[in-house]
T-cell receptor, first 121, second 118 residues
């Protein structure tokens, strides 16, 4: 079974340009997450999709970042225009939709992709 | 507020030594999950373990073991007889149960870089 896949693996762009990162979650996973790690800092949550709906986008840094998940399958994260401080690694993750109620105690494992390494120069 | 602290920024050991990576967390939730992920030089985040807050039983998987202590809010990770291939950045993470929303949003620690020398 394929894991979470991300494209491109590496990208170098100039300040002011646009970059679009793509994530294909594990088949059947309704939850899709975007995280990023900028240089030397911890990995931080950006947003969470449940199917095609944005469940939580509290971690999106500003309106230069736009995430979409059309049809509830793959997702894209666009940075426009890119700034120097956007450099870092962007991780996508997915998990199954966890049961609620008493069965919610089981939770679900979140699987990460290999990351898209973005360098803005 | 939720927080995860990995006080050790870098650890260097010689092969075959045992090493423990510390993780301390803060949360107001009574139900939560704790995770450890490994990031080898190739870059991907590899899932190692998930622990539920209501299960304090320690776990062993080969050379890896985890010690969950709710009383001290710690979830430490020990590698026994370390090997060069264990060299990586290790992240501890916390997730709230989220009730009906069950968001699964992870709060990560800063990561501990482990270097195992031959």
């Amino acid at each position: 079974e394929a894991g979470v896949t991300q494209f491109p693996s590496h990208s170098v762009i100039e300040k002011g340009q646009t970059v679009t990162l793509r994530c294909d979650p594990i088949s059947g996973h309704d939850n899709l997450y975007w995280y990023r790690r900028v240089m030397g800092k911890e990995i931080k949550f950006l947003l969470h999709f449940v199917k095609e709906s944005k469940q939580d986008e509290s971690g999106m840094p500003n309106n230069r970042f736009l995430a979409e998940r059309t049809g509830g399958t793959y997702s894209t994260l666009k940075v426009q225009p890119a700034e120097l401080e956007d450099s870092g690694v962007y991780f996508c993750a997915s998990s199954q939709l966890a049961p609620t109620g008493r069965r919610a105690r089981s939770g679900n494992t979140i699987y990460f992709g290999e990351g898209s390494w973005l360098t803005v120069v | 507020a939720q927080k995860v602290t990995q006080a050790q920024t870098e650890i260097s050991v010689v092969e075959k030594e045992d090493v423990t990576l510390d993780c301390v967390y803060e949360t107001r939730d009574t139900t939560y999950y704790l995770f450890w992920y490994k990031q080898p030089p190739s870059g991907e985040l590899v899932f190692l373990i998930r622990r539920n807050s209501f299960d304090e039983q320690n776990e062993i998987s080969g050379r890896y073991s985890w010690n969950f202590q709710k009383s001290t809010s710690s979830f430490n990770f020990t590698i026994t007889a370390s090997q060069v291939v264990d060299s990586a950045v290790y992240f501890c993470a916390l997730s709230e149960a989220g009730g009906s929303s069950n968001t699964g949003k992870l709060i990560f620690g800063q990561g501990t870089t482990l270097q195992v020398k031959p």
